[in-house]
């Protein structure tokens, strides 16, 4: 009889490990039930409580009683020198789910991110992160979405308010179940329409992204577009400029397009027509013209920064030629420097060619392209290289009004291999005594600061003044290299007198994402979960067999 029930135990003891190991695995299983309902079916219930008596008994089994099969006496379990193998085995256990709590705890609260996707879809470009934390006017977004909405787009409206800093707020509305509040926007119901409704003070602004998945640059223009004031420039035009409406290379219609996506409204301004400029004009804009302008319009534009108006002078390069082909005097006098206008503010235009032979674009040394700026927050911070074509060397005057101040925008950086070419024959060669040695500036700002004496003579505000002795670095076909973009809008917002940063939409991703419910995102933790559970129990087991039963 004592050998049976010695034998029955043995075989009870063989199996314990074994037993336990499938109680372990079915108790996470009824939690992981649970966790997917989020509530507690027939099913996850019975698991629970099935799996908890066993385990139980198992280890109340394993606590009292061990069968030692030399001696056949009972013995525990826990005997001091298994005390070393129980710590570790806690050990081991307690760190896992540390780690496991951590790691969760750190992923949810934790403002770190680390984005591996190809095109940082899941992270807002450094634009946009610069754009809305300064933002000082409150924004909301209201994304009217019929059904579950997309991962991506809360991950992109968290993302918002995350940068600003809770000065953006987000929501999501199914506009059918939530009819009464989504009426509230004055929209008709349609359940095929999708759109984010952005609101900032009494400005609203609505984008529609019911074809195409929104994006980060059409939702930051949005924004834009509602928290700040609009400004309004004025294109010079009658004198062969660079058109505003232009599409093709030599057009300036995408600079007008970020202007636009900036809050500034682009006009044009015949002032042989006009006979003034508009009072509304925060930044007259004259790009590159052929041929000279009017005593008349010079009066006036003259006239126009003295009382404190902005403007951006954009010169085009001086026409060259060859050796066997000598310039006409038409051909002289086009491209004109503007030096009427613009000795009175104490530069001067200059009929050369910058050059450099250190850093240039393509085969033309006649291209500089540079980083050498001029520190100026506004304009030059954080600026990669800008390029120009032909651009002409500015000097200042010494004769000039005390009370304006002058700096350099941007330079030549070489000393030795850049230079102001006179020469118009093409024949590029350092002539000293003729020719300015570098680094040579091609672009300056100008401002003159109000005084009592301005006030006195009408004057409103300060008078502030950019000139570029380049105006293809903005058009079509060059705006999208390297920083041009970025240059061209940081300028027209300083003369502005903003004092926020222009914003650059540059990011265009494929979205490739796979959306899944509140549901499914559980599903696919659990299973992340039991995979690894399932070979620790696996590992236990064995472990178990190997320390306690052989």
């Not at 042989?272 to 534009?301: C, F, M, R, Y």
Request: glycine letters at 6%; a negative charge; proline letters at 3%.
């Amino acid at each position: 009889m004592s050998k049976s029930i010695f034998s029955m135990r043995s075989s009870l003891l063989v199996l314990l490990p074994f037993f336990c190991g499938l109680s372990l695995f079915v108790l996470a299983l009824g939690v992981a039930l649970f966790y997917i309902e989020q509530e507690l079916s027939y099913l996850s219930t019975g698991l629970l409580i099935c799996s908890g008596m066993v385990l139980i008994i198992l280890l109340g089994m394993a606590i009292t009683y061990r069968f030692n099969t030399a001696n056949s006496r009972l013995v525990t379990i826990f005997e001091p020198k298994r005390w070393k193998k129980f710590a570790t085995v806690m050990m081991i256990t307690i760190a896992s789910v540390t780690f496991i709590g951590g790691s969760n705890y750190l992923a949810n609260s934790s403002t770190l991110r680390w984005d591996i996707t190809k095109d940082k879809q899941h992270t807002l470009s450094a634009n946009t992160v610069e754009f809305v934390s300064v933002l000082e006017r409150d924004v909301q977004l209201t994304a009217l979405y019929v059904g579950v909405p997309p991962k991506y787009l809360q991950d992109l409206f968290n993302e918002y308010e995350r940068a600003s800093g809770g000065v953006v707020t987000t929501e999501i509305i199914d506009p059918i179940e939530q009819v009464a509040y989504a009426a509230t926007f004055g929209n008709v119901i349609n359940s095929q329409e999708q759109k984010v409704i952005v609101q900032s003070g009494n400005n609203r602004k609505d984008v529609d992204f019911t074809q195409d998945s929104l994006s980060e640059e059409r939702l930051t223009n949005a924004i834009a577009s509602v928290s700040r004031a609009q400004k309004t420039v004025y294109f010079l035009t009658g004198h062969g400029e660079y058109s505003m409406e232009n599409e093709q290379n030599t057009g300036l219609s995408k600079f007008t397009q970020l202007l636009a996506a900036n809050n500034i409204l682009s006009k044009p301004l015949m002032l042989g027509i006009s006979q003034s400029i508009p009072d509304d004009s925060d930044v007259l804009i004259i790009a590159g013209p052929k041929n000279e302008l009017t005593e008349e319009e010079e009066s006036l534009i003259e006239g126009y920064l003295l009382k404190g108006g902005d403007a951006l002078f954009l010169i085009e390069h001086t026409v060259v030629t060859t050796p066997d082909k000598p310039l006409n005097a038409a051909q002289m006098r086009q491209n004109p420097d503007l030096n009427s206008l613009l000795n009175k503010w104490g530069l001067n235009v200059e009929s050369d060619i910058v050059v450099d032979l250190t850093s240039h674009v393509g085969d033309d040394v006649g291209s500089p392209a540079t980083k050498n700026y001029q520190k100026h927050k506004a304009i030059t911070e954080g600026l990669d290289y800008t390029f120009y074509v032909r651009p002409r060397s500015i000097n200042l005057l010494e004769n000039r009004r005390p009370n304006i101040k002058h700096a350099v925008i941007a330079s030549t950086a070489s000393t030795k291999n850049s230079w102001a070419e006179s020469d118009r024959n093409l024949e590029v060669k350092f002539d000293e005594g003729i020719d300015t040695a570098g680094p040579v500036p091609f672009s300056y700002v100008v401002i003159e600061e109000k005084d009592a004496q301005s006030i006195k003579q009408g004057k409103t505000s300060d008078t502030r003044l950019i000139v570029f002795t380049d105006a293809d670095f903005l058009t079509n076909v060059y705006i999208d290299q390297y920083s041009n973009a970025q240059m061209g809008l940081n300028i027209v917002n300083w003369l502005s007198e903003l004092d926020y940063k222009a914003f650059l939409g540059n990011k265009k991703i494929a979205v490739e994402r796979l959306d899944l419910t509140s549901k499914q995102k559980r599903q696919v933790i659990v299973i992340l979960f039991l995979l690894p559970f399932t070979f620790i129990i696996a590992g236990l087991i064995i472990w178990l067999r190997i320390r306690y039963i052989v």
